[in-house]
């Protein structure tokens, strides 16, 4: 079966990094696009970032380019998301998804790692 799940969340302060994993198994890793979508609280799903199955190609919001990266390593199969200069508005539960191929929707989510960024 599919699981991925995520780890790498916690408490940091304003301006602190972090970086998230997420853990895959039960398909084909290397040959699906991979996603990072976030929730705040008491907010709607909000996508963060997109990595190409062999990582040719990345997409970010705005709100996150220049601070946020996403990569992955095939080998190990295991998504990124490595979060640098962290805002407030940065506090979410952070989920990582596989993209399903023929309809760009994400077919698969974890359960999801919470980051919280406070002084």
């Known amino acids: 079966e599919v699981q991925l799940v995520e780890s790498g969340g916690g408490l940091v302060q304003p301006g602190g990094s972090l970086r998230l994993s997420c853990a895959a198994s039960?398909?084909?890793?290397?040959?699906?696009?991979m996603s990072w979508v976030r929730q705040a609280p008491g907010k709607g799903l909000e996508w963060v970032s997109d990595i190409s199955w062999n990582s040719d190609s990345t997409y970010y919001t705005e709100s996150m380019k220049g601070r946020f990266t996403i990569s992955r390593d095939n080998a190990k199969n295991t998504l990124y998301l490595q979060m640098n200069s962290l805002k407030f508005e940065d506090t979410a539960v952070y989920y990582c998804?596989?993209?399903?191929?023929?309809?760009?929707?994400?077919?698969?989510w974890g359960k999801g790692t919470l980051v919280t960024v406070s002084s």
């Open positions: 998804a596989k993209v399903r191929g023929s309809t760009r929707d994400m077919d698969y």
């Open positions: 039960g398909f084909i890793f290397n040959h699906y696009d």
